[in-house]
Structures are given as structure tokens and as C-alpha cells.
């Protein structure tokens, strides 16, 4: 079974992660984004720093618990990837809350 693993979770890794999926409906994905939160939005930000967009939360249109839902993507947050290994293809990832690696 095909793995891909896909560094970041906003418009580009989530976008990866989406597509990813389409091509394929077996494949292992998993997505590491090292923030909080994956795909919010970015662009709503300037709206909320002048208040047209009130509550913080209303940024946050998509959370790792839908996203494997709707995808069946593993999506881990707060998990660095800190080295690629392109010829084992394996990748180092420091999960930041118990910072085991
Ligand atoms: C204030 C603001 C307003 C914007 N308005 C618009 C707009 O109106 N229209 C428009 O088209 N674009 C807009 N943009 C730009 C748009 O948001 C970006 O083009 C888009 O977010 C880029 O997506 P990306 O996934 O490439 O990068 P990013 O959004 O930077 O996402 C990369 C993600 O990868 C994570 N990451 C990076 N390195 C690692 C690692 N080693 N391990 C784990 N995770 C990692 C980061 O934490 C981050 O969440 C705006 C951007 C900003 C900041």
C-alpha cells in the first residue's frame, strides 16, 4: 500500500493531503503540520485584526478530527518534521507537546 506523508496542513499540505486522497483511495496518508490547527484561514486574518470577522474560532473552518473524517487523512498537529531522508524515504518528527522524536 502506497504511504505519503505531507509536511504542513494549511492551503498547500492540505490541498496535497485532498488530492492525494482522490488519486487514491487506498493510500496511507498522513499529514504533519507542527501549529495547532490545519487549513484556516489565513486570509480571513486581516478581516479579524479589523473586527469584520469577530470571533477567532470563525478562522478555523476545518479541524484534524474532520479532515479524517471526510479524507481519512492521519492528520497529526503540533508535530514537527525536523529531517527528511529522501533515500530511506522516512522523515524525523518532533511531536512539540512531549517533545519525544
Ligand atoms: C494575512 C494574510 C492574508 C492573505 N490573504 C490572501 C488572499 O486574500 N488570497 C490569497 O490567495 N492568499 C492570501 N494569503 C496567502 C495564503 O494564505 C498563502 O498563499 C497560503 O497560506 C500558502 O499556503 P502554504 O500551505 O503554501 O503555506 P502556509 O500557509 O505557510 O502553511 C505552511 C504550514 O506548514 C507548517 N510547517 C512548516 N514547516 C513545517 C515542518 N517542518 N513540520 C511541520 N509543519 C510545518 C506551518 O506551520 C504552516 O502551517 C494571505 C496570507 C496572509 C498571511
Not at 3 to 15: I, N, Q
Not at 70 to 84: C, G, K, P, Q
Request: with cysteine; net charge positive.
Amino acid at each position: 500500500m502506497a504511504r505519503y506523508l505531507v509536511v504542513g496542513g494549511v492551503a498547500g499540505g492540505a490541498s496535497t493531503a485532498a488530492r492525494l486522497r482522490r488519486m487514491n483511495e487506498q493510500a496511507e496518508i498522513i499529514l504533519f503540520e507542527r501549529g495547532s490547527h490545519i487549513s484556516y484561514a489565513n486570509c480571513g486574518l486581516p478581516y479579524y485584526a479589523g473586527q469584520t470577522i469577530q470571533e477567532r474560532d470563525r478562522l478555523f473552518v476545518m479541524t484534524p478530527e474532520k479532515f479524517h473524517a471526510w479524507l481519512n487523512v492521519d492528520v497529526r498537529v503540533r508535530a514537527e518534521v525536523t529531517a527528511i531522508d529522501r533515500a530511506s524515504k522516512s522523515v524525523l518528527v518532533k511531536e512539540l507537546d512531549s517533545g519525544r522524536e
